[in-house]
């Protein structure tokens, strides 16, 4: 898809992902609505799109279905949208707090699957972009529930894939380990010992050639030691 002139939701947009890819989106020539929770970051991202900002918090699908609305009205139709949220937690499986649970799929399954599913319906040979993670492929201990939220996730949009290929591109984003500091604002418990992360500028822009190239994956190659686009 070009970019150049796309109409363009981003959810998230006050996360570092998703501010980053919101400027990238616009120094590309895209027009943005962003959407965020803390209404004072929110405001700052929103001061290079020159649309007004949408508060959200993805946990309410019912919000999320308003968001992409007031968004394609804002844009006059939508080609796309970026969700870019996500939240960890950490500890061994069997003594996760239910809620800690409930939460991490609200934030990381449900509220993503909301705004694809309302997207959808202002998309026609547009483009679905949804940030999950490298845990949809490999279950890591003591991030049991933060990788199905994930893994749930990746399946659902391989389905939504195939059910509108003829409709609209669906590019599912599973990165490594980030310098975002996602992994310091967990729900619950210590992190493990992670990997060395690797810049989210790199997957914004491997994102940026994802949609572009109207691919369907971002993915991390551990024999190349890069994050790809296929």
């Given amino acids: 898809m070009e970019l150049s002139g796309a ?3 981003v959810v998230g947009a006050t996360g570092v992902l998703g501010g980053l890819t919101t400027r990238a989106l616009v120094d590309a020539g895209a027009q943005v609505v962003v959407t965020g929770r803390d209404s004072d970051r929110l405001g700052e991202v929103a001061a290079v799109t020159g649309h007004d900002p949408i508060t959200l918090d993805v946990v309410d699908v019912e919000a999320c279905a308003a968001a992409v609305d007031a968004a394609g009205a804002a844009l006059g139709g939508l080609d796309g949208i970026v969700v870019a949220t996500g939240v960890p937690a950490f500890g061994p499986a069997t003594e996760t707090d239910p809620a800690v649970a409930e939460e991490l799929f609200a934030v990381n399954t449900l509220g993503p699957m909301a705004l694809v599913r309302a997207a959808s319906r202002h998309l026609d040979g547009g483009v679905v972009v949804v940030l999950s993670a490298i845990l949809a492929d490999l279950p890591t201990n003591q ?8 893994s749930a996730l990746s399946a659902w949009l391989g389905v939504v894939r195939r059910e509108n290929r003829r409709r609209f591109h669906v590019i599912d984003v599973r990165p490594p380990h980030l310098d975002t500091g996602l992994s310091d604002r967990g729900l619950a418990g210590t992190p493990p ?14 994102v940026l050639d994802a ?5 369907s994956e971002v993915v991390w190659d551990a024999k190349a030691k890069e994050l790809v686009v296929r």
């Fill in 143 to 150: 991030m049991a529930e933060y990788s199905a939220s994930k």
């Fill in 211 to 215: 949609i572009r190239a109207d691919a």
């Fill in 7 to 9: 109409r363009v939701l």
């Fill in 193 to 206: 010992r992670l990997p060395e992360p690797l810049a989210g500028t790199v997957v914004v822009d491997r």
